[in-house]
Nanobody, 111 residues
Framework: QVQLEESGGDLVQAGGSLRLSCAAS????????IRWYRQAPGKQREWVAL???????MYADSVMGRFTISRDVAKSTVFLQMNDLTPEDAAIYYC?????WGQGTQVTVSS
């Protein structure tokens, strides 16, 4: 059973926007903080944002004011709205809940 599945990655021009989705199993969605991470080639995986079951949110400084994390209870899905993208945002984006990780979705930003 797939616990977490990301989608929405794409190629976008600098300054553009994307919305990533993380479809979670109901058991994870209802009980755990969901986090987004990203990993660019040659770099360590870095934390991007998180949302709690009670909709509390936190962001890395590098994305504050540009990214918004949200959750849709009916769809058991967490979204990451990314605006004003720069080439530095290019990476594989992963969502995490409990000990589970998705397979990642690729975000490419052209300058």
């Amino acid at each position: 059973q797939v616990q977490l599945e990301e989608s929405g990655g794409d190629l976008v021009q600098a300054g553009g926007s994307l919305r990533l989705s993380c479809a979670a199993s109901r058991s994870i969605f209802n009980a755990y903080v969901i986090r987004w991470y990203r990993q660019a080639p040659g770099k360590q995986r870095e934390w991007v944002a998180l949302i709690s079951v009670s909709n509390g949110t936190m962001y890395a400084d590098s994305v504050m004011g540009r990214f918004t994390i949200s959750r849709d209870v009916a769809k058991s899905t967490v979204f990451l709205q990314m605006n004003d993208l720069t080439p530095e945002d290019a990476a594989i984006y992963y969502c995490n809940g409990d000990r589970f990780w998705g397979q990642g979705t690729q975000v490419t930003v052209s300058s």
